[in-house]
């Protein structure tokens, strides 16, 4: 079922808004027990790679693409570090409008750049980082009169609250720490907004400290410094200027949480850990959530038996070479059997 027919009630939908569906949403939620005890916690993972092009983002952008439709919008464009774009481009595939999509060059994981040119997108890239590539869409979007679907877009922020809701509606609660990885900020936001309305409509009775990790060399929030020249591994929260700044952090504040930086190092040693001891392979950036909570427990400052959700944002076969990069190449051998016995130690 997708977010809009599972969620449609909730939803700033009517009869007159298309019915866009992907079945996106409703990942599972899956609990690491190998990992957790290691922790002393309750550890649970949200699955947001099983959406359908292998991100969160489709979250939001279904219901942007509804609403652009039924304002009578044509054309679409966006700027994007990678997922926003695969996305945006299979719901302009799926519904059958052009998609314009800037990425910054250079910058894009291989697997999130495939996906944009073969949903069919005009895919442009452009010198500069993300915050320019954001800057450029939004004038274009103006000038010529087509819908912009990045996180600028209030749409997306409101149908990515779904992911609080489905944790919620799973657990028959919140959990006691929310951990997310934080780029443009919208997510973090949106989780927040999200336990908030189970709250206020008493589907849940409390909420849940809200832990934003930035990657080191991009951490504007953690830092409360700007950082003109982002660099991390994980390129989905390589964002220096935070669109969603000021809710991220009424989020993080209101909710009584913390934002954290991990380095890149960390991030891909929980990225392999994720894969070997929970056989969950997610992107880089979403294995910024289990980097920081190892390293809050290695500083003694997560409470034991915490029930904890880490949202995986995105799919790790989105970025094989950060993943490689990290484990190495296979075992080579020749085509006997003496060698693979040999090997099969
Ligand atoms: C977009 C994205 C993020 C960052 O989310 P924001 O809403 O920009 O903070 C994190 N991880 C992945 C995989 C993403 O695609």
């Given at each position: 079922m997708g977010v809009l027919t599972r969620y449609g009630k909730y939803?700033?939908?009517?009869?007159?808004?298309?019915?866009?569906?992907?079945?996106?949403?409703?990942?599972p939620l899956v609990r690491l027990d190998r990992i957790g005890g290691e922790l002393g916690i309750e550890l649970w993972a949200k699955?947001?790679?099983?959406?359908p092009s292998g991100s969160f983002k489709d979250r939001g952008m279904v219901l942007a693409f509804a609403k652009a439709l039924e304002d009578g919008a044509r054309a679409f464009v966006c700027a994007s570090t990678g997922n926003t774009s695969a996305s945006a481009a299979a719901y302009a595939a799926h519904v059958g409008a052009p998609c314009y999509v800037l990425l910054p060059s250079g910058k894009v994981a291989l697997g999130k750049l495939a996906q944009a040119l073969i949903y069919g997108a005009r895919v442009i890239s452009v010198e500069g980082n993300f915050d320019r590539a954001l800057e450029m869409a939004r004038e274009a979007a103006e000038l010529k009169k087509i819908a912009i679907v990045n996180s600028v877009n209030p749409y997306r922020i409101i149908s990515q609250k779904t992911g609080a809701w489905e944790i919620c509606e799973t657990l028959g609660q919140a959990p006691d720490l929310h951990v997310v990885p934080v780029g443009n900020a919208g997510n973090i936001s949106a989780y927040w907004a999200g336990y908030r309305d189970f709250n206020a409509w008493g589907r849940i009775s409390a909420l849940p400290k809200m832990i934003g990790v930035q990657a080191e060399g991009a951490a504007p929030l953690a830092t409360g410094k700007p950082c003109p020249n982002p660099e991390t591994v994980a390129t989905a929260i390589r964002?220096?200027?935070?669109?969603g700044a000021k809710t991220a952090i009424e989020a993080v504040s209101g909710s009584g949480g913390f934002f954290e930086t991990v380095t890149d190092g960390e991030i891909l040693d929980a990225q392999k850990t994720l894969a070997s001891r929970a056989g969950i392979f997610a992107e880089p950036a979403s294995c910024a959530t289990l980097a920081g909570l190892v390293k809050l427990a290695a500083a003694g400052k997560l409470p034991g038996g915490s029930k904890t959700v880490i949202v995986?944002?995105?799919?790790?076969l989105k970025d094989p070479d950060a993943a490689v990069s990290r484990v190495g190449p296979p075992v080579k051998i020749g085509g006997t059997l003496d060698e693979l016995l040999g090997v099969m130690t």
């Open positions: 939803l700033p939908v009517s009869e007159k808004t298309p019915a866009v569906n992907l079945e996106e949403g409703s990942t699955l947001e790679g099983c959406n964002i220096g200027n935070p669109v995986l944002t995105g799919n790790g």
